[in-house]
Structures are given as C-alpha cells and as structure tokens.
Nanobody, 115 residues
Framework: QVQLVESGGGLVRAGGSLRLSCAASGSIFTINAMGWYRQAPGKQRELVAATTSGGSTNYADSVKGRFTISRDNAKNGVFLQMNSLKPEDTAVYYC?????????WGQGTQVTVSS
C-alpha cells in the first residue's frame, strides 16, 4: 500500500504561480509512475502531468509550457510547478502513484485561479 499527501494548493490570481507537493509513504519502493490529475466541478478527472521512475514525462496539451512536473526519488515526492495560471486551471488537484498492484490517490488539494 502507498499513502499520498498533497500540499500547496490555494488561491492565486491569473498569471500567478503555485507549487504543489506530494509526499509518498508506505510501499514506496514499488512505485513506478507518479503524476498529477485534476477535476473541475462538473467535469471528469483528467491527467495534468506524469513522470516515470525512468524520468520520462507526459503533459496535457493545456498545460504544456506552463507546468513542470518533477520527482524527488530520495524524498519520495513529486512536485508540480504551475506558472502562468489561468482561471480554467481551477480544480481539485490529485496526486497519483502506480505500482505493479494498483493505483493510489491522495485526498486532493484545491487550486483556485481568479481572473
């Protein structure tokens, strides 16, 4: 089992920046990929960015060039640097980790971007 705890959400004006953090604990040595998803009201949860243990990354088209995902293997964490935020980035952001047995989710952190 893997436990995930997110932090770093909040309220920011359009054009501003936020950095989300996710700390993993438990069976961390089995984790392969980690990433961030978001869910806005009335919409499905969608992938924002993901990274594998090999260092490859994947971004949603809507955040390319603005968001950067990074992983600290020593500290068992994954981070999401969000720059040039837009009101449409408003959502609950969830940390995700995957290993050979399944997928794990954090409790989510709210990001609100005002216009």
């Amino acid at each position: 089992q893997v436990q995930l705890v997110e932090s770093g959400g909040g309220l920011v004006r359009a054009g501003g920046s936020l950095r989300l953090s996710c700390a993993a604990s438990g069976s961390i040595f089995t984790i392969n990929a980690m990433g961030w998803y978001r869910q806005a009201p009335g919409k499905q949860r969608e992938l924002v960015a993901a990274t594998t243990s090999g260092g490859s990354t994947n971004y949603a088209d809507s955040v390319k060039g603005r968001f950067t995902i990074s992983r600290d293997n020593a500290k068992n964490g994954v981070f999401l640097q969000m720059n040039s935020l837009k009101p449409e980035d408003t959502a609950v952001y969830y940390c995700n980790a995957e290993d050979y047995s399944g997928s794990y989710w954090g409790q989510g952190t709210q990001v609100t971007v005002s216009s």
